[in-house]
T-cell receptor, first 115, second 113 residues
Framework: AQSVTQPDIHITVSEGASLELRCNYS??????LFWYVQSPGQGLQLLLK??????LVQGIKGFEAEFKRSQSSFNLRKPSVHWSDAAEYFC?????????????FGAGTRLAVHP | EAGVAQSPRYKIIEKRQSVAFWCNPI?????LYWYQQILGQGPKLLIQ????????DSQLPKDRFSAERLKGVDSTLKIQPAKLEDSAVYLC???????????FGPGTRLTVL
């Protein structure tokens, strides 16, 4: 069955430090992969997505993610975190088939940023 | 471009009462999704519409939940009767067509007492 695992429930980093959020997936074919961010009281905003091609994907707000098929991973990175990055981050996998698009989300990683 | 609109933003009801949520997708988006996000979990798809037809409702508790998208634009999700475990944020999302990037609304936070 398809699943997404985000091993870290909470992460705290200092402002200016680098960040890596982990995501592992289980899926029978090449997945479509997404990272969304959710600020308190807000809906989910798409940071970046991977469909095919270059395995290093650039997103908004200075984020990037790398698809590693051999490790079934799609980790999110940012070289220098800003206080405004404090939020909850969700990794998702989308088994697309003929217009059928059921996103399966991980449980999320809550990021806190120390000044 | 206006985003996905949802109302109300917050709702508190007692168990066994009924409640309805409304969603207006991005203009021109044919596909509409309802997700349930329980505290501490990722969103879970409840139902997907393509225009006014249901594509997937396999995880919708049909004994108490219903949803419709009569004119292929806005949609209503109803719970009747509500249970304590229905306390969650209900997110609506839309995409240009099935398989495209989904854009999410702000959600409705439901508390069942």
């Amino acid at each position: 069955a398809q699943s997404v695992t985000q091993p870290d429930i909470h992460i705290t980093v200092s402002e200016g430090a680098s960040l890596e959020l982990r995501c592992n997936y289980s899926y029978g074919a090449t997945p479509y992969l997404f990272w969304y961010v959710q600020s308190p009281g807000q809906g989910l905003q798409l940071l970046l997505k991977y469909f095919s091609g270059d395995t290093l994907v650039q997103g908004i707000k200075g984020f990037e993610a790398e698809f590693k098929r051999s490790q079934s991973s799609f980790n999110l990175r940012k070289p220098s975190v800003h206080w405004s990055d404090a939020a909850e981050y969700f990794c998702a996998v989308g088994p697309f088939s003929g217009g059928y698009n059921k996103l399966i989300f991980g449980a999320g990683t809550r990021l806190a940023v120390h000044p | 471009e206006a985003g996905v609109a949802q109302s109300p933003r917050y709702k508190i009801i007692e168990k066994r009462q009924s409640v309805a949520f409304w969603c207006n997708p991005i203009s021109g988006h044919a596909t509409l999704y309802w997700y349930q996000q329980i505290l501490g979990q990722g969103p879970k798809l409840l139902i997907q519409f393509q225009n006014n037809g249901v594509v997937d409702d396999s995880q919708l508790p049909k004994d108490r939940f219903s949803a419709e998208r009569l004119k292929g634009v806005d949609s209503t999700l109803k719970i009747q009767p509500a249970k304590l475990e229905d306390s969650a944020v209900y997110l609506c999302a839309s995409s240009l067509k099935g398989g495209d990037t989904q854009y999410f609304g702000p959600g409705t936070r439901l508390t069942v007492l």
